[in-house]
């Protein structure tokens, strides 16, 4: 159990991380308009969070003039859900966290397509080095946590459907569940 809610932690603070991440690069960019290094960074690792912010984007609404904190109030919450063990809320988190990793990717894959002219029947374009990294392992770390998040309710729900009954070792319990009683028709 531990270690399904390290990994729906993980992967949930790694993809608020990210947005937290660029929003602070967007922000960075304001501040230091001339500073080669905040360019760099906005345009070599974060330059996939531009499709989530163009128009007709599902992402977009989160990338309001208050984005930055509100991810920041989001890890601060993930990490008390952690601390705390709260596994409703991490399984939570983990699944709008892949949710929103898949709209990313997808956004940013749209933008590829319609960008792109070439002859062939599909366009022949790869992301930069940069952006592929921080988009895989945003899919990677969401998934991992999804998953995990799954996997561990059936498990939950599997231990509960074949659990025996509390009161299986007495004599007057009646039941199928009970080791005595036979399941004839």
């Given at each position: 159990m531990l270690r399904t809610i390290n990994i729906q932690f993980f992967g949930s603070a790694v993809v608020v991380a990210a947005f937290a991440a660029a929003e602070g690069a967007v922000r960075l960019l304001d501040v230091f308009p001339a500073s080669p290094f905040v360019w760099y960074l906005n345009l070599?690792?974060?330059g996939v969070f531009e499709a989530a912010r163009m128009d007709g984007s599902a992402l977009q609404p989160l990338f309001q003039p208050d984005a930055l904190e509100v991810a920041l109030t989001l890890l601060v919450i993930l990490v008390l859900a952690r601390i705390r063990r709260l596994r409703f809320g991490l399984a939570l988190a983990a699944n709008?966290?892949?949710v929103a990793t898949l709209f990313l990717a997808e956004g940013v894959l749209r933008g590829m397509w319609i960008e792109t002219r070439s002859a062939s029947l599909l366009p022949i374009?790869?992301?930069p080095a940069g952006e592929s990294v921080t988009l895989v392992t945003m899919v990677l770390a969401s998934s991992m946590a999804f998953f995990a998040s799954h996997v561990s309710f059936v498990h939950a729900v599997m231990r509960e459907h074949f659990a025996a009954p509390p009161d299986a070792d007495r004599d007057d319990v009646d039941g199928p569940f009970h080791p005595?009683?036979?399941?004839?028709?």
């Open positions: 070599r690792f974060f709008l966290s892949f374009t790869i992301l005595d009683v036979a399941l004839t028709p």
